[in-house]
Every structure is written in structure tokens, then in C-alpha cells.
């Protein structure tokens, strides 16, 4: 069976991970080829180059790209495509693209159920995304005694990422003098992006303990990144699923999250800290809308603040934390179990077509 996946790969972009991660499976199971994209923050060669690049018909294909641009890009005979997203409101444009697939892949119920209250009635196939990270030997108290402790993030900068929010918290809540630190890891240089807010004003009234870090890592120093943290933040709005917090449960590290999300469904308190929020109407949100106002719920700041005070001064309650994420079972979170839950679909969904023209 010939199968083809359509995505951006050499990307510091999320879903470019998605597609380089999810790729490595189901090139197993498919005669499989790569029809690489050349959209946000291309860069040829940036994470691996592909050499089987085959863009013409296939059997089945995997659409990884923005709702709008599904129809001028489907070409196999059975075509599904990703869809997560953050918020319930989307664009007819979006609609229209999406229920002229043959199936949805969505990465957990939250997602789903974003495609459900928007009418969207093609077959849905829920299954996680993976983590990479292995199972490590940690000496807390070591860890957790460190004079710098850092708090670490992976995020745009985007209004919507809860950037001036964290950044404003982390300000009023310490001096220059204290040894805590914050690390906001940008996964791109700074305003290359139309969402991008201009942050040049926060990074030159930072403090000396405030650290914006641009320089496009690799997958590894992603990881380390995660690992080396004390606590990782993670203040979005809302997040479609949050691979970075994840990963950083997965590495035993405490977070601070967000109320909203699809990380909901493997993070419920166990091993961190919801922020509490506060409801807000705001517009620049949504990709598919960037006019509309929505109401959203932002993070408190005051609240940040506390969580990252008790954080910071009762390294018995972090180390506390770490262990409760060794208790958690993410063992579902696999890319080799997603992959062969994509290749089930995608013979179902050519099953059924079977039977209706029979």
C-alpha cells in the first residue's frame, strides 16, 4: 500500500515535529513517501533530509497543513488530514476544508470535540501524539538544591502564549538579587512571524534574571532544555495539546499550566499546578479569524506569582511534585501505536467506500 505524507518537516514549527516524529512510524508500515512542504520557517535540511520526496498520487496520503489548503493539496484516493487547534470557533473556510476530507486524525477528545460543535461530520480518529523522553534516574535532592533555580518555557511569541503575562508575573514576583531565573525558549527568531507581538520593549526592560533564547535548537537540546529545568510554565490560554508539558511530566519535571486544553486529558493536577484564570473578550487570537473577538480565559497573574513563589522557596514541595509525575501512566502516548491506529483508519475509511459503491 503507497502512502504519502504532506507536511511541512524542516520546521522549528510544532507541527513540523509532528510530521518528522509520526513520519518515522509509518514509513514502517507504508510503501512510504514524503512530499515536503516549504511553508513556515522552512529551512532545507534544518532536522533531516528526506530523500524518497514522491508528491504524485498515492494510495492513501496524511494532510499535515492548515485547514484552508486541504482541497488544493488532496490528491490520493483516501485522504486524511491532522486538525488541533486551540479554540471552538473556526472559519467557514476552515469547514470547508475539512469536511471535504475523507477522515480527521485529532490528538485527543478536546480536539474532537471542536470538530463536532462546528457540524464537522467525516470519521474522527482520536489518538495521542507521542514523547521520545526515556525513563531517567533522578537524584531530587541534588537536583533540587541547586542555587540557580530555573523556570523554563517553550513558547511563540504570541499574545495568545500568555507571554506579557509570564513575563510581568515573573518581574513583580522577583528581584534581581534572588536566584531564580526564567528561560523563555523562542523556537524562532524573533518577528518572523505576522502573529508575533513585538516583544523588543520586554526584552530590554527585562531583568538580569530574565532570558529570552532564540537560537533554533535540536531535538536534543529541546530535550535537555526540558530536563534541566526546576519547573516548567506553561501560561497559554488555551493549548490544543501541549507536547512541551508532556514531555516535561514525562521527564519528571513539575509544571505550571494553564486551566484550558487538551493537556487536561493527561494532566489533572498530579505532579504540578493549575494557574487560575479570568475571562476575558479579546480578538488577534484565532489563526482562522484574526478579527473576531472571542471570550478566552487568561492566566491570573497574581496567582502565577504565588505558584512560582511557592515553587521557588519550598524545594521540598518541588521535589515532592517530581516524584507524583513518576506515578502517572503515559505509557498511551506512543507515536509507533498512533501510526498503526492511522494505518487501521485509513484501511476502514477504504472499506467503507468499498461498501457504499458496491
Request: contains cysteine.
Amino acid at each position: 500500500m503507497k502512502m504519502r505524507l504532506v507536511s511541512l518537516f524542516n520546521s522549528p514549527a510544532s507541527w513540523a515535529k509532528i510530521a518528522r516524529e509520526i513520519s518515522v512510524e509509518l514509513e514502517k508500515l507504508f510503501d512510504f513517501n514524503y512530499c515536503e512542504q516549504k511553508g513556515f520557517l522552512y529551512k532545507k535540511d534544518l532536522f533531516k533530509k528526506y530523500e524518497n520526496e514522491h508528491c504524485e498520487k498515492n494510495d492513501f496520503e496524511l494532510l499535515i497543513d492548515h485547514p484552508d489548503n486541504l482541497l488544493k493539496k488532496r490528491q490520493a484516493d483516501i485522504s486524511i488530514c491532522h486538525f488541533i487547534y486551540e479554540y471552538k470557533e473556526l472559519s467557514q473556510e476552515w469547514i470547508n476544508g475539512l469536511q471535504n476530507m475523507d477522515g480527521i486524525w485529532v490528538p485527543n477528545e478536546y480536539n474532537k470535540n471542536i470538530l463536532i460543535e462546528n457540524n464537522i461530520t467525516v470519521p474522527i480518529l482520536v489518538s495521542p501524539y507521542g514523547s521520545n523522553i526515556k525513563k531517567q534516574k533522578i537524584d531530587y535532592a541534588k537536583k533540587y538544591i541547586q542555587n540557580v533555580f530555573l523556570f523554563r518555557v517553550i513558547m511563540m511569541p504570541q499574545k495568545r502564549k500568555g507571554i506579557r503575562e509570564l513575563v510581568e508575573a515573573f518581574k513583580k514576583e522577583f528581584t534581581k538579587t534572588e536566584n531564580a531565573k526564567l528561560q523563555i525558549k523562542i523556537p524562532y527568531n524573533i518577528q518572523k512571524s505576522e502573529w508575533d507581538i513585538n516583544i523588543q520593549n520586554m526584552i530590554k526592560s527585562a531583568n538580569n534574571n530574565i532570558e529570552f533564547i532564540d537560537k533554533i535548537y535540536s531535538e536534543k537540546e529541546i530535550e535537555n532544555f526540558i530536563k534541566n529545568a526546576h519547573v516548567y510554565i506553561q501560561p497559554s490560554y488555551s493549548e490544543g495539546f501541549g507536547l512541551s508539558i508532556l514531555d516535561s511530566l514525562k521527564s519528571n519535571v513539575p509544571v505550571i499550566v494553564g486551566e484550558t486544553g487538551g493537556h487536561k486529558e493527561f494532566f489533572k493536577g498530579k505532579g504540578g499546578l493549575f494557574i487560575n484564570s479570568k475571562i476575558k473578550k479579546m480578538n488577534g487570537i484565532l489563526y482562522s479569524d484574526k478579527k473576531k473577538t472571542i471570550e478566552i480565559k487568561t492566566p491570573e497573574i497574581k496567582d502565577l506569582m504565588k505558584k512560582m513563589r511557592k515553587m521557588y522557596e519550598d524545594r521540598e514541595y518541588c521535589v515532592k511534585l517530581a516524584k507524583e509525575t513518576e506515578e502517572l501512566d503515559l505509557s498511551q502516548y506512543s507515536w509507533k501505536k498512533t501510526a498503526n491506529k492511522i494505518k487501521d483508519f485509513l484501511i476502514d475509511l477504504k472499506g467503507r467506500r468499498g461498501q457504499t459503491c458496491a
